[in-house]
């Protein structure tokens, strides 16, 4: 079964750091891209980034771009998302995502970032 | 970026009822290689999204055979042959023939 178990969301400043964590499980994690999503609480959905099998090739949404960053421990089984200078607009519930040929097969049950002072 | 509107917004049903939403896209959804990007997601209360339909009409593991998908180049639909009280939540469609990848607004599902 796979399992994808977000962690690393809380409370931050604005213009401050924060490190989403993701622990996968189930499925041979090093073999597939991973990607992270967002939501406001109780509105849509946005995608935030993808990186693939071996973390060299990475892309993000516009308004993440040189703030963001995506990255995995393969040997860890780990999807991270590093970031930096967060703003209001950043507060949403983010989650972890498993791709499988262009289409997002699996989402982690979400951590919520809030970024106020 | 690619714009995929989802139309209801809302839609209450009576069980044993078909449902149907439609997504239409600003720009075909459809690949060089013949795949069409376009995906359906639920969103159940309090949960996280999950995966329904690919490409078009292709049930994901373990989804009913009453979600049907149908459409192709910009007009998508999903349909519930027979709603059940299980299917409340939101509906969103999502396109990944380019980045960014975007959703629908979303449709939320209501039992009458």
């Known amino acids: 079964e796979v399992q994808l178990v977000e962690s690393g969301g809380g409370l931050v400043q604005p213009g401050g750091s924060l490190r989403l964590s993701c622990e996968a499980s189930?499925?041979?994690?090093?073999?597939?891209?991973m990607g992270w999503v967002r939501q406001t609480p109780g509105k849509g959905l946005e995608w935030v980034a993808n990186?693939?099998?071996?973390?060299?090739?990475?892309y993000y949404v516009d308004s993440v771009k040189g703030r963001f960053t995506v990255s995995r421990d393969n040997a860890r089984n780990s999807l991270y998302l590093q970031m930096n200078s967060l703003r209001a607009e950043d507060t949403d519930v983010y989650y972890c995502t498993k791709l499988d040929y262009r289409r997002i097969d699996y989402w982690g049950q979400g951590t919520l970032v809030t970024v106020s002072s | 970026d690619v714009a995929l509107t989802q139309t209801p917004l809302s839609l209450s049903v009576t069980p044993g009822q078909p449902a149907s939403i439609s997504c239409k896209s600003s720009?075909?959804?459809?690949?060089?290689?013949?795949?069409?990007?376009l995906f359906w997601y639920l969103q159940k209360p309090g949960q996280s999204p999950q995966l329904l339909i690919y490409?078009?009409?292709n049930r994901f593991s373990g989804v009913p055979d009453r979600f049907g998908g149908s459409g192709s180049g910009t007009d998508f639909t999903l349909k519930i042959s027979r709603v059940e009280a299980e299917d409340v939540g939101v509906y969103y469609c999502?396109?990944?023939?380019?980045?960014?990848?975007?959703f629908g607004q979303g449709t939320k599902v209501e039992i009458k």
């Open positions: 189930g499925f041979t994690f090093s073999s597939y891209w």
């Open positions: 720009q075909s959804l459809l690949h060089s290689d013949g795949r069409t990007s």
């Open positions: 999502m396109q990944t023939i380019q980045l960014p990848w975007t």
């Open positions: 990186i693939n099998q071996d973390g060299n090739e990475e």
């Open positions: 490409e078009i009409s």
